[in-house]
DNA sequence: ATGAAAGCGCTAACAG
DNA sequence: CTGTTAGCGCTTTCAT
């Protein structure tokens, strides 16, 4: 059922039809004509082809979202945010890459053959675009700082680093331990040197070489923290931050199962602040990285770059380390979130 | 940059360029004019518009995906599965329900409006479709059965129940409560009054009215538990069934507050087996309901629907239960999916 | 206030 | 083998 369709039971030709579902009748369609084609198109169940439409006046309406795992609750929360905030008329299409093992070039590649209107780029390596340069605004999430020129919004991970670092220092702690991925993550590698810098300011420092995990699961920290756990213990290692949550809920499965005591032995900091870290246990301290926060301020960001608006190059949101048990009860005076 | 412009640089016309790229170019056309498109393709990076090639030939390259919620872990494994599975060709259009309060008829609507190659509807309340049929086949799942004549892909909840009951009297669990959501949602009765036949067949019941939460949440689980214990422990209750994961994390959290000792005083058992049951404290006994899988023949299905082949009207993949030591130790003999 | 005409970029059906 | 002709369904001038 077309265009032409109503037109023709409405008594009217095809273009007064497209004037009056894009609401754009004001004053240039006789209101009784109006009723006729309305009529004409709930009778005949008309729905104008958004594929036809788009062609047609050259505007796209669907974003693409990249995301390297869609079943990290990170990214989840994300996109959370993002489809709750934009506008219903942007669609969204999801990108990930095929193995689920983080995404590279293929995929970005790919991403940028589906003509968006925008497309979001959550958390990516360090090269994101080779090729030419897309056609379509580009936002870059969690990078560490906008890249190739593209906007980014961040996390205050600078903040926040320095804020665990006092944290840490301030229970004993002098010799930590770095768990990431293999991959090229941009974001993970900020957190970790912002960390060592702020530990190192109250001299402290991370005192063996960083644990590299195939993927950023629990299973993979799992398994990689178990094989790590006694030259961390040779080295005296006390304390081990996460770049991830998932990979710190693996760190602390590893322990429990090597019957290391947690915080009592060594503690354990994760970043994200999933909605599970305070159910694990022990409940994980964490940097808060207000995922969904993320996520509203990308598609406010879409929407005003298709509105012509120019943006700024870099957005910063606040994060902020939440303590719980993992680390040992807080010092006094410490705030405390684990309720 | 169009097809034209390609067929200008390769001196050629555009329909030849389109056989080019789309692969049809076998034994159609000359081997050296193919190379001189690719050349120009390649010179002038082109791209083909996906919109203008899907009006043309009127193939249409997108899925849309109804989820209730795309926090809720269940509905990530079930995308994962999907993307991971599905042939590139197909893109995918993520809908939720814009209060994050799952969906309703207005999010279908919406969805139709897409012009989809297919159309997935996860967990879906009890009407689902009320308007004119869509144009595009529909696949429902997990809604305990097909509905309105649309092929369904399920789990054994049936069984699965069966199982539970088993396993809930072994333990000398005879009075259970039940803790569910407001929503008409069709699977998560289903899994209560499985539940509650297979509890009957043993001497059990449910002796409290169902617990209704807000939303499939932790916290509105939370919450609604807090309130509701007192008259569970009035009524004699030692065992509560959640119809989700999520809910069960907020029992467990309610009970942790009210100082309820799991399971020693009461058990708690989920439906889910999300990747976190084994993390939260105590570690949850649940329905393993092979979300990720259910993707997977999602994604098997809709490429068959495509292909014009017949699927059958209800699929049923099986069901488990994972018993861990939110039911207290297994009895001997009885597995334990702790490890 | 409305219709006629043109065209978005591509593909399918034919003609050569 | 290749080019020409149409047309997908809609939107946008531009007449009227």
């Given at each position: 059922v077309t265009a032409r369709d109503v037109a023709e039971l409405a008594q009217c030709s095809a273009p007064?039809?497209?004037?009056v579902v894009n609401g754009k009748s004001a004053g240039r369609?006789?209101?009784?004509?109006?009723?006729?084609?309305?009529?004409?198109?709930?009778?005949?169940?008309?729905?104008?082809?958004?594929?036809?439409?788009?062609?047609?006046s050259g505007l796209r309406s669907t974003i693409g979202f990249v995301s390297p795992d869609v079943t990290n609750p990170f990214f989840s929360l994300v996109l959370e945010g993002l489809l709750a905030t934009l506008s219903d008329r942007l669609?969204?299409?999801?990108?990930?890459?095929?193995?689920?093992?983080?995404?590279?070039?293929?995929?970005?590649?790919?991403?940028?053959?589906?003509?968006?209107?925008?497309?979001?780029?959550?958390?990516?390596?360090?090269r994101i675009l080779d090729g030419p340069p897309p056609d379509c605004p580009v936002i870059i999430l969690d990078a560490g700082g906008s890249q190739q020129g593209y906007p980014s919004i961040d996390l205050d991970v600078e903040g926040a680093a320095r804020e665990l670092a006092q944290h840490l220092v301030a229970f004993g702690?002098?010799?930590?331990?770095?768990?990431?991925?293999?991959?090229?993550?941009?974001?993970?590698?900020?957190?970790?040197?912002?960390?060592?810098?702020?530990?190192?300011?109250?001299?402290?420092?991370?005192?063996?070489?960083?644990?590299?995990c195939d993927s950023m699961s629990i299973g993979a920290a799992e398994s990689a923290v178990s094989g790590a756990y006694q030259a961390w213990a040779d080295a005296g290692v006390t304390a081990v931050v996460c770049g991830d949550d998932l990979?710190?809920?693996?760190?602390?499965?590893?322990?429990?199962?090597?019957?290391?005591?947690?915080?009592?032995?060594?503690?354990?900091?994760?970043?994200?602040?999933?909605?599970?870290?305070?159910?694990?246990?022990?409940?994980?301290?964490?940097?808060?990285?207000?995922?969904?926060?993320?996520?509203?301020?990308?598609?406010?960001?879409?929407?005003?770059l298709l509105r012509g608006e120019d943006v700024p190059e870099t957005t910063t949101l606040p994060a902020?380390?939440?303590?719980?048990?993992?680390?040992?009860?807080?010092?006094?005076?410490?705030?405390?979130?684990g309720g």
């Open positions: 007064t039809v497209s004037l369609v006789n209101p009784v004509l109006e009723r006729r084609i309305w009529d004409a198109i709930e009778q005949l169940n008309y729905r104008v082809s958004p594929t036809a439409s788009a062609l047609a669609a969204l299409h999801m990108i990930a890459p095929i193995a689920g093992n983080d995404y590279d070039q293929a995929t970005i590649r790919q991403a940028l053959a589906g003509d968006f209107a925008a497309l979001v780029l959550a958390s990516p390596g360090r702690h002098r010799r930590v331990a770095y768990v990431g991925v293999d991959r090229d993550k941009a974001s993970l590698h900020l957190r970790r040197d912002a960390l060592q810098f702020h530990l190192a300011e109250h001299g402290a420092q991370f005192v063996v070489p960083d644990l590299s990979l710190a809920y693996g760190t602390l499965r590893a322990f429990a199962h090597l019957g290391v005591d947690v915080p009592g032995e060594i503690s354990v900091v994760g970043f994200d602040n999933l909605p599970y870290s305070e159910l694990v246990r022990p409940n994980l301290t964490t940097v808060d990285l207000s995922a969904r926060e993320l996520g509203v301020r990308t598609a406010d960001m879409i929407q005003a902020t380390v939440v303590v719980r048990e993992s680390t040992g009860p807080a010092p006094a005076g410490q705030e405390n979130g």
